[in-house]
């Protein structure tokens, strides 16, 4: 049985870019690829903090688990620490990246004014994401996916 005549387009001009999708290699038989989910959760395999402009989830944590909030905590010092894990849940949680270690700093301009980011629409940002990173995967070639796939599950 032809699958392309099948399940393919009947007319092949209207999927302009079907060529480069993961379903042409479906069509053509090869469905052995699975992409690999990555979390930034992991651990690095080099020693360095940065990276570029992400930093390793292994820094972050070390950074968390030296700081005790007490009601004598220094305000300040509270407020780099709700950054700290609001960098972690965004980077790591939220939206991460294929890498499967590394977090961006992208968002530590968002986080800059930690008060007003409670306003912004973080819901719709890790939606965006997620839909990028489906796009992405949808690529010939592609070994791993980001984003917040357990809402893809759901």
Known sequence: MDRRAVYGPRDGTVLSQQSQHRSDEIL??????VLQAKRADGFAPEEGALKGSRLQVKAIIHHISRVHITPDTPHLTVVQYARVVALLLL???????????????????????IVAARNYSWGSAVLAFLYRELCNASEKGKAAIGGALQLVQI
């Open 28 to 33: 053509d038989g090869n469905i052995d690829e």
């Open 91 to 113: 980077g790591g949680k939220m939206c991460p990246d294929s890498s499967g270690y590394l977090v961006s700093l992208l968002y530590l301009a968002k986080l800059e004014n």
